[in-house]
């Protein structure tokens, strides 16, 4: 038996026990009828896929985001670790293990992140842009300098929105002095700042901070919708032209590029296709890098549902 295995470092044949975060799980029926847990498993290192046949009703789905301790036989399935689950119960008071060990973080430094943020803020020349965007970074940034971006799919960890956002406010930064003839540098810093700020309120989140799914306002409305409205609202009360708030909001509203996609309108000018580009880059990179990593060089992944594809390690 081998004790808080990291997640990343099991291998078939292993027998393991130890504390890691119940991600999701749902309790479903086999064939016979019987109850079973099926879930995802992760630590800072990874995520794995857990199966528990004897299901005892000690963990569900409204544990999710939480410590658990388990007992578990590790086997290949389709290629990919798996858990079979022998025992699962919630963590409590009188269990020592180390959280920093368990919660994924970004890999960034978050403090130098922030200040990097700020700095392109605060070089934005347009009052009325760059008035929006101090707004709303003061009420928001608290929680966007630490919720995850995602519950996955890319930056599902602590500090994801804030590493997401950086990394794309300064790919824009670079592109806007590309195409300068195209690009109005601050109206597309300020669209790309404030175009995930709604998730702080679409997100319902772990006592650990981390994502467990969706608000009724998440929901029902997503943060697309809320992220407008919140736009409008603070120009309002600004006192922004109606011009520059319908171009804010345009962006927002059209940031995932299509309405297969979860657009509300497709992209109508040059700084809001920019910015669903300048987005589908980063989240697409995200996804390599937490693909690849652990992947063997000279070897392919299994398929990757979020790029309906495998993809290959090189040298």
């Not at 990343?8 to 109850?35: C, H, N, W």
């Not at 300068?180 to 669209?191: E, H, I, K, M, Y």
């Amino acid at each position: 038996m081998e004790f808080n295995v990291a997640v990343a470092d099991m291998r078939a044949g292993m027998s393991v026990e130890g504390f890691y975060i119940f991600k999701e799980g749902a309790v479903k029926l086999t064939q016979a009828g019987k109850p079973f847990l099926s879930g995802t498993l992760e630590d800072k290192s990874g995520t794995i896929e857990l199966k528990s046949w004897d299901y005892a009703q000690s963990v569900g789905a409204d544990d999710a985001g939480r410590v658990v301790k388990v007992r578990g036989e590790i086997s290949d399935y389709r290629g990919s670790p798996q858990i079979t689950v022998t025992r699962i119960r919630r963590a409590n008071g009188n269990d020592s293990y180390n959280l920093n060990d368990l919660v994924p973080t970004a890999p960034i430094d978050r403090e130098a992140a922030m200040q990097g943020v700020r700095r392109l803020v605060s070089s934005i020349k347009d009052d009325d842009y760059r008035g929006i965007a101090e707004a709303m970074l003061a009420e928001h940034g608290e929680a966007f300098a630490v919720i995850p971006a995602a519950k996955s799919v890319h930056h599902g960890f602590v500090g994801g929105l804030l590493m997401h956002t950086s990394y794309m406010l300064r790919i824009a930064d670079f592109l806007s002095g590309l195409y300068p003839a195209a690009v109005n540098r601050d109206l597309l810093l300020t669209g790309t700042l404030l175009h995930d700020f709604a998730k702080t309120e679409e997100f319902a989140f772990s006592e650990l901070g981390l994502v467990t799914g969706y608000t009724p306002r998440g929901k029902l409305l997503g943060h697309l919708v809320m992220g407008a409205d919140s736009v409008r609202r603070t120009s309002e009360r600004l006192g922004v032209p109606e011009e520059k708030t319908m171009l804010l909001c345009h962006m927002i509203l059209s940031h995932h590029g299509e309405p297969d996609f979860g657009a509300a309108v497709v992209p109508r000018f040059a700084e809001a296709d920019l910015l669903y580009l300048i987005d589908l880059v980063d989240s697409r990179m995200e996804i390599y890098r937490e693909s690849l990593d652990g992947l063997d060089a000279g070897t392919f992944s299994q398929k990757i549902f979020a790029l309906d594809r495998d993809i290959y390690k090189h040298e």
